[in-house]
């Protein structure tokens, strides 16, 4: 029979393990925590109406 994308299973299946998201233990949340902050101060600023 022919197959125009030929079965392609397992190159798919290694695909998507490739763009599954990586472990989280070496991420540094640190700028997660600094954004967070920055946005804090923005809010309070804005609500306090202090631009």
Known sequence: ML???GDGS???RDLV???R???TENFNWTF???L???F???WTEIHNKNT
Request: glycine share 0%; hydrophobic share 65%.
């Open 40 to 42: 804090y101060i923005y």
């Open 32 to 34: 997660i925590f600094i």
């Open 36 to 38: 967070a902050v920055v």
């Open 10 to 12: 397992q190159a798919a």
């Open 17 to 19: 393990d490739a763009i």
């Open 3 to 5: 197959q125009f994308w």
């Open 21 to 23: 998201v990586r472990s």
